[in-house]
Structure formats: structure tokens, C-alpha cells
């Protein structure tokens, strides 16, 4: 399977180097063609050399890794039953990122949850979008930026931040 994924990304990427050789008015990204490629993936993929959920224990046990885009992200159904072993965060953005969401009782409390998610994402070299709004309510939202959706790191970054933040709301 990944030796068909990588012949599709030489044709795709060839096909690309030619046209910017031509000057061609259309140049694609390599997001763009991640989505595309991930659009147009047939069914049966979904569920070829899936991963098996981890629980929030093993995740937390893992460190994440860098990533500068020649990872794959998880498929939507990977996605799915990774976001169903961490039960307080939620899919946004049609899937492709994950996000969990605090009301503290003050500000003070909503700044000290933040600057700790901000110490363990430097820690781990996976930084994640943080939110206060109001006073008090504080999110959190993952992706990994560089493939634009979601990979391993995301989902080991949740299981740390959920460790280190509890079960509160």
C-alpha cells in the first residue's frame, strides 16, 4: 500500500514539475495535493493497515516526532477511533483537527492552564493553536501543520494534555 502511495505522489509531483517547467498558470501546493489525494482515496483503503486505537496511557507513554510533511496523517477512519479513546476532545474543520475546550472559574486559572499546555507543547515540539476568550473559557485546538491534518503527534500531544489538566471543563 505505501509503495502505491508513493508511485502516486512521483506521477502527481512529476506532472507538477512539468507544468511549473512550462509556466503553467496553475501551480499547486503540496497541501492541496495531500487533500486531493486524500478526497479521492478509494474506500478500501480506509481500512488497509488501519491502527488500532490507543488508549490515553499508551499515548501518553509516546513522545511526539518531528514532522516536516513527508509523514502520513491518520485516515478518517483512524481519526474516528482515535478521538473515540479521548472522549473530552472533538473533531472541527470537517475532520482534520481536534479540539477540547476549558471554562475555568477565573483568569488567572484560565492563564496557568494555557502557559502549562504552552510548557509541555515546547517540551514535546508540537505546538498547538491556544484560545482565551472572555475570562475564563480556554481551547485548545491540534493539527499538524505541516501535512495539514491529523498525525500521531496530535493525538500523543491530547493524551499529555488531558494527563496534566484532568477531567475538568
Known amino acids: 500500500m505505501r509503495l502505491l502511495r508513493t508511485a502516486f505522489w512521483r506521477w502527481l509531483f512529476h506532472g507538477v ?4 517547467q512550462r509556466r503553467s498558470p496553475v ?3 503540496r497541501r492541496d495535493l495531500y487533500w486531493f489525494a486524500v478526497a479521492f482515496k478509494p474506500a478500501w483503503t480506509d481500512t ?3 491502527n488500532p486505537a490507543q488508549s490515553p496511557a499508551e499515548l501518553s507513554a509516546k513522545k511526539c516526532v518531528p514532522c516536516e510533511g513527508g509523514v502520513l496523517g491518520y485516515s478518517a477512519a483512524e481519526v474516528q477511533t482515535q478521538v473515540a479513546a479521548l472522549p473530552l476532545w472533538r473533531l472541527t474543520h470537517l475532520g482534520t483537527r481536534i479540539r477540547r475546550d476549558w471554562t475555568l472559574q477565573n483568569f488567572r486559572a484560565a492563564i496557568k492552564l494555557l502557559n502549562t499546555i504552552a510548557a509541555l507543547a515546547e517540551q514535546e515540539q508540537h505546538h498547538p493553536d491556544l484560545h482565551l476568550e472572555g475570562y475564563c473559557s480556554a481551547w485548545v485546538e491540534m493539527y499538524t501543520h505541516a501535512i495539514g491534518g491529523l498525525s500521531e503527534n496530535d493525538f500523543v500531544l491530547a493524551a499529555k494534555i488531558d494527563a496534566i ?3 475538568r471543563q
Request: no cysteine; glycine share 16%; charged share 25%.
Open 48 to 50: 488497509d493497515g488501519m
Open 17 to 20: 514539475m512539468e507544468s511549473t
Open 27 to 29: 501551480l499547486l501546493r
Open 165 to 167: 489538566s484532568g477531567n
